[in-house]
């Protein structure tokens, strides 16, 4: 028990150990007295710290927690594959409740080895209600092509689930694959940037405002404009739309190049933007904007690229004009070579360059008037 | 300054007495008060109460520190004592007419 003493900061300990070493001789050693000590010792550490030293050391606690949080819950991911199918949506659905029965999820379940931290706590009856309802999901895409997509722990497993998926859909009529399902990829892949950030924030505000409990008058003048800094930095980037990027590539098996371009402009055109911008309840001005497709790789492919405020929506948008550009050139035969893609991450706006802007100017800030702090008789000077 | 159930009003209430060390000080306040405080709660309210110009060092050979209530120290514990025999008596009399 006399070394838990230890943990006092030194300076504390040159002033008191002798003296408290022989308290320690005198009392009964039990449980409750260590842990006296030991939460005097965490009081006489927090105390003995320059409140400045509280800001990265609980924002480093808050990371920690974050981090602890992320490594325990392991990452998801979603693989999905495209296609093409007649009949209506409610026709669609029918199919995929078909291949997502009951019998047929309990052998990709057991064949996959997947859920397997929950396997032997819950029943496969569930397991397979549950793979339904929260993991798989079937979504338009474009007229007539669909997306189904499958997600969990384990890329590979996810990769050939969503395949196994996609060819019992593809057995039924009318049913036409337009692709193998796609590597599996971590959605949505910032959310763990945000654990991590707001782990870093809580931590922050909590060093900020212990300090504030432990510091000067000046101090805590510093820890205002700081955290007004930090706030006034990541708020505004918060009321900003996130903006979602899908790609499509197709490729140029033959023919003329200039043929498609002519379809590229054709479509392209203010008055089949306007048409098209009507029909899709889109901005104009945004669509226009917004929409890039170009011949490039030497006139071998086409890019067809859509940025929009709803992810899915910037999917079915890039897929709708890829599928209208194979239709509509007939001097030339084009291949899908990358549906496109469902984004999982914004590309705008970059929140995370000025929150730690803000936290940077905080903490600069606390730091250069902590040190201007008075060393006590706790704190070695 | 200190509260009306804070350890370093207990360890400033003992040395009203006289000078003490630790555990007189902890036997003490069990005996007047009822409340065992444990060595870390102790020496945090003694460091306090140093640090404040409230109690001082007496020096001595003994390992065991005692501990004097320096004339601020006992001008502050008159004055919270005053305070908080104003809170009983009030409570006291509200309870009787009650």
Same mark, same amino acid.
């Given at each position: 028990m006399r070394r838990l003493v230890l943990l006092y900061p030194k300076a504390w300990r040159e002033r008191y150990a002798r003296e408290f070493d022989a308290l320690l001789a005198d009392v009964q050693p039990t449980w409750r007295t260590a842990l006296d000590i030991f939460s005097g010792a965490m009081k006489m550490q927090i105390q003995s /710290?320059? #409140?400045?030293?509280l800001v990265p050391l609980c924002a480093a606690l808050g990371i920690a927690s974050a981090i602890t949080y992320v490594v325990a819950n392991p990452s998801r991911y979603e693989s999905q594959a495209l296609f093409k199918a007649d009949g209506d949506v409610d026709h669609v659905g029918e199919l995929a409740q078909e291949v997502m029965s009951r019998p047929s999820l309990a052998l990709i379940i057991v064949r996959e080895n997947l859920y397997k931290t929950q396997y032997n706590r819950i029943s496969l009856e569930e397991l397979t209600e549950r793979m339904k309802r929260e993991d798989i999901q079937v979504r338009p895409v474009a007229d007539h092509t669909y997306a189904i997509a499958f997600q969990s722990d384990d890329p590979s497993a996810v990769q050939r689930t969503t395949q196994r998926l996609a060819v019992a859909l593809a057995q039924n009529q009318g049913v036409q694959l /337009?692709? #193998? =399902?796609s590597p599996a990829v971590r959605p949505p892949n910032s959310y763990r940037w945000r654990i991590l950030f707001f782990g870093l924030v809580f931590g922050l505000a909590a060093g900020v405002f212990t300090a504030l409990f432990t510091g000067l008058q000046v101090w805590k003048l510093a820890a205002g404009f700081g955290i007004a800094g930090l706030l006034l930095a990541v708020i505004p980037w918060y009321f900003v739309d996130d903006v979602w990027s899908s790609s499509a590539v197709i490729g140029i098996?033959?023919?003329?190049p200039a043929a498609v371009q002519k379809t590229i402009d054709d479509l392209t055109s203010l008055a089949r933007l306007k048409m098209f911008a009507k029909d899709w309840a889109i901005d104009e001005p945004w669509l226009r904007e917004n929409l890039h497709i170009r011949i490039f790789a030497k006139g071998q492919a086409v890019l067809v690229q859509y940025r929009h405020k709803n992810n899915q929506k910037a999917q079915q948008v890039a897929a709708k004009f890829a599928s209208m550009l194979i239709d509509s050139t007939p001097d030339a035969t084009l291949k899908?070579?990358? #549906? =496109?893609s469902l984004p999982y991450a914004p590309i705008y706006p970059n929140r995370a360059m000025p929150a730690l802007l803000g936290l940077l100017v905080g903490v600069t800030g606390a730091i250069i008037t902590g040190m201007r702090r008075r060393p006590t008789l706790t704190r070695a000077s | 300054m200190t509260r009306n159930n804070d350890p370093a009003l207990l360890v400033m209430a003992s040395l009203a007495e006289g000078d003490k060390h630790g555990y007189a000080m902890m036997e003490d306040i069990a005996a007047f008060a009822g409340v065992k405080l444990g060595p870390g709660t102790l020496y945090g309210a003694i460091t306090r109460l140093e640090e404040n110009g409230w109690i001082a060092p007496v020096p001595s050979d003994d390992r065991r520190q005692p501990y004097t209530l320096t004339a601020l120290g006992r001008r502050l514990l008159e004055k919270e004592l005053e305070a908080l025999q104003s809170v009983v008596k009030t409570a006291l009399t509200r309870l009787r007419n009650a």
């Open positions: /710290l320059r #409140p400045w030293m /337009l692709g #193998p =399902a098996r033959s023919g003329n899908l070579l990358d #549906p =496109a | -």
